[in-house]
């Protein structure tokens, strides 16, 4: 800071004497920090201690939306007005960068897949005012419930010079477990008066399925002698195409 004192030769105190020294100017610095923006040329470098309060004007940035000015990087303390007791000041100008908003374009991407146990993810291409934009370098895209049969969400995010999302949704539906392999580890079975309970493996697709999480087993007329029956019914993954509740095996035999 620079002090200036300012004498007046033609004021004279109330009582005749000496004539005082007149309140100390100083003059301070202002420091921009503008991260790649122009400053306004009516900002001051300097300013002094006796002046009225007063506002910076906004520089610019291209590409850039001016956000305001801080006393700090990390934007939490904003300048409002600089006054006489600020001192010298360093100020930092907030930028948020302009985009172009992909929420109006034209997403084209699969809305049916079927179950297969693992995650399910559409090749999604996306059209902007006739341009086709690049994946990961205009957006990207993520998944969420995209495993299990229901309702899966794909939401796409503008980057680089594109901003906004866009959520969609597409179906996961139930495989069919109409053409599984369904193997009984015992077909037939001597009485004694108790329930048989033959062991079942079920593969689809060459993929082994899980009792319980793919699919439930019920026995039937399985005490006495006759034939007994096993019926598999699909979880909400899996369901018989021609009878959705369930699949019967009519080749346990009980003697």
């Not at 306004?40 to 590409?63: D, I, R």
């Amino acid at each position: 800071a620079v002090k200036d004192t300012y004498w007046d030769s033609n004021v004279a105190n109330s009582a005749g004497g000496a004539i005082p020294d007149a309140p100390e100017v100083v003059t301070y610095t202002i420091t921009y920090r503008l991260d790649g923006g122009t400053n306004h040329p009516n900002n001051p470098a300097t300013y002094q201690s006796n002046v009225n309060a007063f506002t910076l004007y906004a520089p610019s940035k291209s590409g850039h939306t001016f956000e305001g000015w801080y006393y700090d990087s990390s934007f939490t303390k904003p300048v409002t007005t600089i006054s006489g007791n600020s001192g010298n000041i360093t100020v930092y100008a907030k930028w948020s960068k302009q985009y172009t908003s992909i929420e109006g374009a034209t997403v084209i991407y699969s809305t049916y897949c079927t179950y297969n146990g693992k995650e399910q993810k559409p090749d999604v291409t996306v059209y902007l005012s006739g341009k086709k934009l690049t994946l990961n370098t205009d957006y990207t895209v993520n998944y969420k419930n995209n495993v299990n049969a229901g309702t899966a969400t794909l939401t796409i995010t503008g980057i680089g010079e594109y901003g906004g999302k866009i959520e969609k949704t597409y179906t996961i539906a139930a495989a069919s477990i109409a053409g599984a392999e369904i193997t009984l580890s015992e077909t037939n079975f001597t009485y004694n008066a108790k329930e048989h309970k033959p062991n079942v493996t079920v593969q689809l697709d060459n993929k082994k399925l899980t009792l319980d999480k793919d699919y439930s087993v019920e026995y039937k007329n399985n005490v006495n002698t006759g034939t007994a029956t096993v019926t598999i019914k699909g979880t909400d993954a899996y369901f018989n195409v021609d009878d959705p509740d369930a699949r019967a095996l009519t080749s346990n035999e009980i003697q």
